[in-house]
């Protein structure tokens, strides 16, 4: 069996990600989508909510969702990629900005654990431009962002910018 690992901190998770998911599926049999605890960057949403909301949104995927586990983790990926018995890391690309991070990252983790592949999948065109940072600027200014997340997401937004302002 094929597994793959999708890490993300996705905050929140946008179409954008599920693109990047359902695609994933056409490559791995079982696709291990990892919430990074991530203490570099300050989420809005802890990793809980956070793998609360991507395993709501992998429930629309039908079928495939019987495909998929949503785990939080933290530490290095390799290790966690090991635990799950992953041999495949999928990682999206949506610029050519994001490249040569990615480049390096999947570079030093091949170091690490050489048994373990990088694959790219490079974003649609109906996604390319979204990032969870826009979309979190966009509903922290009170826009829309139901463009670019689906409908419970953009709920719990609303909800978080609420309480943040009390």
């Known amino acids: 069996m094929r597994v793959g690992i999708y890490p993300g ?8 990600h599920m693109d990047i998911v359902r695609r994933a599926l056409s490559v791995v049999d079982r696709l291990v989508i990892g919430v990074a605890l991530d203490s570099a960057k300050q989420p809005m949403f802890d990793v809980e ?9 992998i429930r629309q995927l039908g079928d495939d ?3 998929v586990v949503v785990t939080p983790f933290s530490g290095l990926l ?13 990682r999206g690309l949506r610029a050519v900005s994001d490249f040569e991070y990615e480049f390096q990252m999947a570079s030093v983790n091949n170091k690490i654990a050489p048994d373990i592949e990088t694959v790219f999948l490079t974003a649609s065109d109906a996604t390319h431009f979204i990032s969870s940072r826009f979309v979190k600027q966009i ?6 962002v139901t463009k670019f ?7 719990a937004m609303q909800q978080e910018f609420l309480a943040s302002r009390i």
């Open 149 to 155: 997340v689906s409908l419970h997401v953009a709920e």
């Open 9 to 16: 901190t996705f905050d929140p998770i946008t179409f954008g």
């Open 139 to 144: 509903g922290r200014l009170g826009g829309d």
């Open 49 to 57: 909510m956070r793998a609360t909301l991507v395993r709501e949104d």
């Open 65 to 67: 969702a019987k495909r």
């Open 78 to 90: 390799v290790n966690f990629a090991r635990e799950e018995k992953a041999r495949l890391l999928i």
